[in-house]
């Protein structure tokens, strides 16, 4: 059963940081591109970061560029989005995906991906 599990939300002030982390079970994270993605209330899904699955491409959405760094480690099978210089605007459920053998971009673009987490609630606020 292919499966990831987020961690690391919760509440920060503005101007704060956060450790989101992805673990993948099931699988193993080598040939899978990997990503994050948020979805605030009242509005749709979109992308935030992604790697790609062997070329080491990286994608950000504009908005989180030079705040916002995405990593993995494929030894633990884990996943991470740092994020710092937190702003209101972040608050969001963030889930984490992960699709065979795509790059970054390609995974940005679309919502359909292999696997979904549950997501983990991020709350900026003051």
């Known amino acids: 059963q292919l499966q990831l599990v987020e961690s690391g939300g919760g509440l920060a002030q503005p101007g704060g940081s956060l450790r989101l982390s992805c673990a993948a079970s099931g699988f193993t994270l080598d040939y899978y591109a990997i990503g994050w993605f948020r979805q605030a209330p009242g509005k749709e899904r979109e992308g935030v970061s992604c790697?790609?699955?062997?070329?080491?491409?990286?994608i950000y959405r504009d908005s989180v560029k030079g705040r916002f760094t995405i990593s993995r480690d494929n030894a633990n099978n884990m996943v991470y989005l740092q994020m710092n210089s937190l702003k209101p605007e972040d608050t969001a459920v963030y889930y984490c995906?992960?699709?065979?053998?795509?790059?970054?971009?390609?995974?940005?673009?679309?919502?359909?991906?292999?696997?979904w987490g549950q997501g983990t609630q991020v709350t900026v606020s003051s």
């Open positions: 995906a992960a699709t065979f053998g795509r790059t970054a971009q390609a995974m940005f673009v679309t919502l359909i991906h292999d696997v």
């Open positions: 790697i790609g699955s062997t070329d080491g491409s990286i």
